[in-house]
């Protein structure tokens, strides 16, 4: 397979370059991020495959993530600037650190990995459309090992029930054929990244849609080993059809990095209700007047499904506490220099 692609064929888009002034052009050249490193960024361009470094002063919030642009200074493997960003995926890092982190960015739709068995979740399933929807990035329920399950309809009927205008496709992941499927999503210059669980098949999807094995799977006699990790890294590669997928290492937890993320999107039932209840700042704890509370003991609203509404909103909360703290220890950090400067410039004039 060449290496060479042309812009467009890489995915640009005019929106990109928004913010780039004349300077910026003559400065470097645009280059889309194919994975990220401690060490620096792999790249592809117009020039082929590259490498380049990040200085401090360009990292973005969250971090650069596969599928970013950058703007790379000619002949010097040195990152000027990162582009504007057509959408991103962020999370909360696993760990007791409250870090954000890019999961990868400027995508076309989200395919949202499960397989036909246990690792089917409805709730983990919302959140996963929640960090889509909250992008603006279309999202696809994928459920693989379908020719391993005796009951299709049934996963399929259950995906179908979580968002209703959610495509979802259930395939066997290892069958070419099967995995056709997806064609809609994967026409030429189209960036698409597969999430889910650990071992649920998305490099074994990556590599049929690539059209080639270039992603390590877990090996048939492991398939039982759970919370095993095959992929560790986030990376883009072509495919046969001119996109480009993004494929992830499998995610223990899925914490939202936004705080204030767009869930009416995936609970618009929900609500829908709240619109009801009596009390405009209704908790929908207890049901006075409480139309949702109502609607959950009539049988019209699943309790699960509230439960992890309130639970993405409890989490939400918690992002938008942690980055206000944020914000506040930049903003008292700068006091103190500033308090220094004046210190010293004052020692200095005595
Ligand atoms: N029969 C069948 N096997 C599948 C299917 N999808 C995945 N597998 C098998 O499941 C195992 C795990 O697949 P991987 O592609 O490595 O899973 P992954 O999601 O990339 O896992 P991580 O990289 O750990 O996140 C492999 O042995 C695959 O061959 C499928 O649709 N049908
Ligand atoms: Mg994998
Ligand atoms: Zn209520």
Redesign the pocket.
């Known amino acids: 397979m060449s290496l060479m692609f042309s812009l467009h064929q890489l995915g640009w888009r005019p929106e990109y370059a928004q913010h780039l002034t004349l300077d910026d052009f003559e400065a470097g050249y645009p280059a889309r991020v194919a994975a990220v490193h401690r060490g620096g960024l792999d790249l592809l361009s117009s020039r082929g495959p590259g490498s380049a470094v990040v200085p401090r002063h360009v990292e973005a919030d969250a971090g650069i993530a596969a599928g970013d642009w950058v703007l790379v200074e000619h002949e010097a493997d040195r990152v000027i600037r990162l582009l504007d960003r057509q959408s991103l995926l962020v999370r909360m890092a696993a760990g007791a650190d409250h870090r954000r982190q890019s999961i990868a960015a400027n995508l076309d739709a989200l395919f949202i990995?499960t397989?036909c068995n246990d690792d089917f979740n409805a709730s983990r399933l919302e959140r996963y459309l929640a960090l889509a929807f909250d992008a603006s990035v279309t999202p696809v329920l994928v459920l693989?090992?379908?020719?391993?399950c005796a009951d299709v309809g049934g996963y399929v009927s259950l995906a179908e029930r979580l968002a209703p205008s959610v495509p979802v496709v259930a395939?066997?992941?290892?069958?070419p054929e099967?995995v056709e499927q997806l064609s809609p999503w994967l026409s030429p210059g189209k960036t698409v990244a597969?999430v889910?669980?650990?071992?649920?098949?998305?490099?074994?999807?990556?590599?049929s849609v690539i059209g080639d094995v270039v992603?390590?799977?877990?090996?048939?006699r492991?398939?039982d080993a759970r919370g095993?990790?095959?992929?560790?890294a986030r990376e883009m590669f072509a495919t046969a059809s001119g996109a480009w997928v993004i494929?992830?290492?499998?995610?223990r937890e899925l914490r939202l990095g936004t705080a204030a993320p767009d869930l009416g999107a995936v609970f618009d039932d929900v609500e829908q209700y709240a619109m009801q209840c009596r009390f405009r700042d209704c908790l929908h704890e207890d049901d006075a007047g409480c139309a949702v509370a109502r609607a959950v003991a009539e049988g019209a609203l699943d309790a699960r499904r509230l439960e992890n509404y309130r639970k993405l909103q409890r989490e939400a909360a918690h992002v938008q506490r942690s980055v206000r703290e944020e914000r506040e220890h930049g903003r008292q950090f700068g006091k103190l220099v500033r308090e220094a400067v004046r210190t010293k410039r004052k020692r200095l004039e005595r």
């Open positions: 990995v397989s693989t090992k379908a020719d391993l395939l066997d992941a290892t069958h099967s597969f889910g669980s650990s071992g649920v098949g998305k490099s074994t999807l990556a590599n992603q390590r799977t877990r090996d048939i492991e398939d095993r990790h095959t992929t560790t494929d992830t290492p499998g995610m």
